[in-house]
């Protein structure tokens, strides 16, 4: 069974704070997203990462994917207090149906 | 579009009671999903579906069933409730299963309490 560990599980800034977030497995994925969950509503994508060392932006959020496909990190910068929320990864390893494996989960909440 | 939509909201149930969440999507995904996501748990895949007629079992599948006879309808039943069912419970569509291009597309979900 494959595992994907988020760190750290809850933060809590000041606005306009920096931030990384990072999601780790001990297997290679295929690919990688990113989801946002708001409270109340369902994970929205915010990004897919395919390719190691991959770099992607999102206006204030930049994701990262690592070289050997086995780590991705989200890093957020001048964070608002409209970036809080629940950040999910969630990783293909491959296979037929490509289910999607989630992480743990963190917890952000920007303060104004 | 109205995307992926569940009823209840909200349900309290008692144990042994049975009950079914439904999921409705409109996009003509192929693939669906049923989740919960429990407290610093992430989300835990219960069944999904390649297609009308076709389901299979995720993760955590004792304690529900699943059937899907439409592309739109993939209705999730609990039987015999038990308090380990408490959780918040998401139905999730793709329209592709690969990666990459599989982005699914989230409910609202539905918040269960067993007591």
């Known amino acids: 069974t494959q595992l994907l560990e988020q760190s750290p599980q809850f933060l809590s800034i000041q606005e306009g704070e920096n931030l990384t977030v990072y999601c780790n497995s001990s297997?290679?994925?295929?690919?990688l997203q990113w989801y946002r969950q708001e409270p109340g509503e369902g994970p929205v994508l915010l990004v897919t990462?395919?390719?190691?060392?991959e770099v992607k932006k999102l206006k204030r959020l930049t994701f990262q994917f690592g070289d050997a496909r086995k780590d991705s990190s989200l890093h957020i910068t001048a964070a608002q207090p409209g970036d809080t929320g629940l950040y999910l990864c969630a990783a293909s390893y491959g296979g037929a149906t490509n289910k999607l494996i989630f992480g743990t989960g963190t917890l952000l909440a920007v303060q104004p | 579009n109205a995307g992926v939509t569940q009823t209840p909201k909200f349900r309290i149930l008692k144990i042994g009671q049975s009950m079914t969440l439904q999921c409705t999507q409109d996009m003509n995904h192929n693939y669906m999903y049923w989740y919960r996501q429990d407290p610093g748990m992430g989300l835990k895949l219960i069944y999904y579906s390649v297609g009308a007629g076709i389901t299979d079992k995720g993760e955590v599948p004792n304690g529900y069933n699943v059937s899907r006879s439409t592309t739109e309808d993939f209705p999730l039943r609990l039987e015999l409730a038990a308090p380990s069912q408490t959780s918040v419970y998401f139905c999730?569509?793709?329209?592709?299963?690969?990666?990459?291009?599989?982005?699914?597309?989230f409910g609202p979900g539905t918040r269960l309490t067993v007591l």
């Open positions: 999730a569509s793709s329209l592709f299963g690969g990666a990459p291009y599989n982005e699914q597309f």
């Open positions: 297997s290679v994925f295929s690919s």
């Open positions: 990462v395919v390719t190691g060392g």
